[in-house]
């Protein structure tokens, strides 16, 4: 049962165009939420997040936004360069009893961006 | 300087054997974590582990234990591999408390390959 899911696994943009990742979730309990960016061979790396009482967060060519209640988030990359090509996972967290911060992650976009 | 690292980076072994993956974080960071991503590309939870409490997630078979020495490692040791725990491992850790956010970071990652 899938709490988080990107239901496309996979993304070609031009360089340059705008880079729209989706992702839905069904747990209304979540109340933060992150993007990671992965490239083969290597571990998940941090890219930007938001908290649930947001419903944006900028931070350079990347913005997340956030609608609570359609329970739906996505990653704008804009303008998109051909070193943004990799796979992006979006996760998702809450805070109570004992869940100590886990993640619950899509199952990640692979987005292509072409020169 | 590499902030959480794993080692070996690759394993390959014969079913039935017990291996060790060893995860450091120089992070300074309370709260570590192994995932798996299998060969559906799910990163899923195994534990979380801060220096007080363990939370296993209930669907980890027990054959695989997490060990720390100390709050800036957490090893993932397996007993008895079977074919099905091919997968890659990936440990991360996160600062405690809801005020830093819920920011992981990742390992590397190390495959394991069992035959």
């Known amino acids: 049962d899938q709490q988080v899911k990107q239901n496309s696994p996979s993304l070609s943009v031009q360089e340059g165009r705008i880079s729209i990742l989706n992702c839905d979730y069904t747990?209304?309990?979540?109340?933060?939420f992150l993007w990671y960016k992965k490239y083969p061979a290597e571990g998940p790396t941090f890219l930007i997040s938001?908290?649930?009482?947001?419903d944006k967060n900028e931070d350079g060519r990347f913005t997340v936004f956030l609608n609570k209640s359609a329970k739906h988030l996505s990653l704008h990359i804009v303008p998109s360069q051909p070193g943004d090509s990799a796979v992006y996972f979006c996760?998702?967290?809450?805070?109570?009893?004992?869940?100590?911060?886990?993640?619950?992650f899509g199952k990640g976009t692979k987005l292509s961006v072409k020169p | 300087d590499t902030a959480v690292s794993q080692t070996p980076k690759y394993l390959v072994t014969q079913m039935g054997n017990d291996k060790s993956i060893k995860c450091e974080q120089n992070?300074?960071?309370?709260?570590m974590y192994w995932y798996k991503q299998d060969s559906k590309k799910f990163l899923k939870i195994m534990f979380s582990?801060?220096?007080?409490?363990?939370?296993i997630n209930e669907t980890v078979p027990n054959r695989f234990s997490p060990k720390s020495p100390d709050k800036a490692h957490l090893n993932l040791h397996i007993n008895s591999l079977e074919l099905g725990d091919s997968a890659v491992y990936f440990c991360?850790?996160?600062?405690?408390?809801?005020?830093?956010?819920?920011?992981?970071?990742f390992g590397p990652g190390t495959r394991l390959t069992v035959l």
């Open positions: 991360a850790s996160r600062r405690s408390g809801r005020a830093q956010g819920d920011t992981q970071y």
């Open positions: 747990n209304s309990m979540f109340d933060y």
């Open positions: 938001i908290s649930s009482i947001k």
């Open positions: 996760a998702a967290t809450l805070n109570y009893g004992g869940s100590q911060g886990n993640l619950i």
């Open positions: 992070l300074g960071h309370d709260t």
């Open positions: 582990y801060n220096n007080k409490e363990l939370i």
